[in-house]
T-cell receptor, first 109, second 110 residues
Framework: QKEVEQDPGPLSVPEGAIVSLNCTYS??????FMWYRQYSRKGPELLMY????GNKEDGRFTAQVDKSSKYISLFIRDSQPSDSATYLC?????????FGTGTRLQVFP | KAGVTQTPRYLIKTRGQQVTLSCSPI?????VSWYQQTPGQGLQFLFE???????NKGNFPGRFSGRQFSNSRSEMNVSTLELGDSALYLC?????????FGPGTRLTVT
């Protein structure tokens, strides 16, 4: 079993839709959960991170962690074509950042 | 603050050669991590340097090595290149849990 699993997509939604991106992780000891956005031919950009359980909101983005089910989510409200990118979840395993494979999101006008 | 910079951005090498990639972290960051990104394996951790010492290492063969200088700049070296080493090599700097990535070096091995 992989430490972090993520549906690769692609996920295609119309502009203005609410997007839900999800990951599962294997080890209940993981505490820090990160979301990165990567545009084509660019390096990943840190969107937000959460510690332990709960929600964190930043503008149109909300990160959610459910430790009981080992499930992490990123919600994007009012999605825009500029949100089209690959979204990567990640978590720390003994000081090493482990990434999911990424979900490719396409927002069409 | 200036972001993480990586040089060169693109590189083409022949199988069996060696290559050195460079990374300049965000000013004040002492930790530099290196990752390999491929379509099949995704982003995989190579190693991390902190204050000139390797602090963590991923599951890559010894052909992959790195170092960090006193100004926190880092280099990674791959010797005896194989076709499978073709990838985007990313460097990230951090001070704490937030890692900030550079644009990467796209290495093609022919």
């Amino acid at each position: 079993q992989k430490e972090v699993e993520q549906d690769p997509g692609p996920l295609s939604v119309p502009e203005g839709a609410i997007v839900s991106l999800n990951c599962t992780y294997s080890n209940s000891a993981f505490q820090y959960f990160m979301w990165y956005r990567q545009y084509s031919r660019k390096g990943p950009e840190l969107l937000m991170y959460t510690y332990s359980s709960g929600n964190k909101e930043d503008g149109r983005f909300t990160a959610q962690v459910d430790k009981s089910s080992k499930y992490i989510s990123l919600f994007i409200r009012d999605s825009q074509p500029s949100d089209s990118a690959t979204y990567l979840c990640a978590t720390y395993n003994t000081d090493k950042l482990i990434f999911g494979t990424g979900t490719r999101l396409q927002v069409f006008p | 603050k200036a972001g993480v910079t990586q040089t060169p951005r693109y590189l083409i090498k022949t199988r069996g050669q060696q290559v050195t990639l460079s990374c300049s972290p965000i000013s004040g960051h002492r930790s530099v991590s290196w990752y390999q990104q491929t379509p099949g394996q995704g982003l995989q951790f190579l190693f991390e340097y902190f204050s000139e010492t390797q602090r963590n290492k991923g599951n890559f063969p010894g052909r992959f090595s790195g170092r960090q200088f006193s100004n926190s700049r880092s280099e990674m070296n791959v010797s005896t290149l194989e076709l499978g080493d073709s990838a985007l090599y990313l460097c990230a700097s951090s001070e704490g849990y937030e890692q900030y990535f550079g644009p990467g070096t796209r290495l093609t091995v022919t």
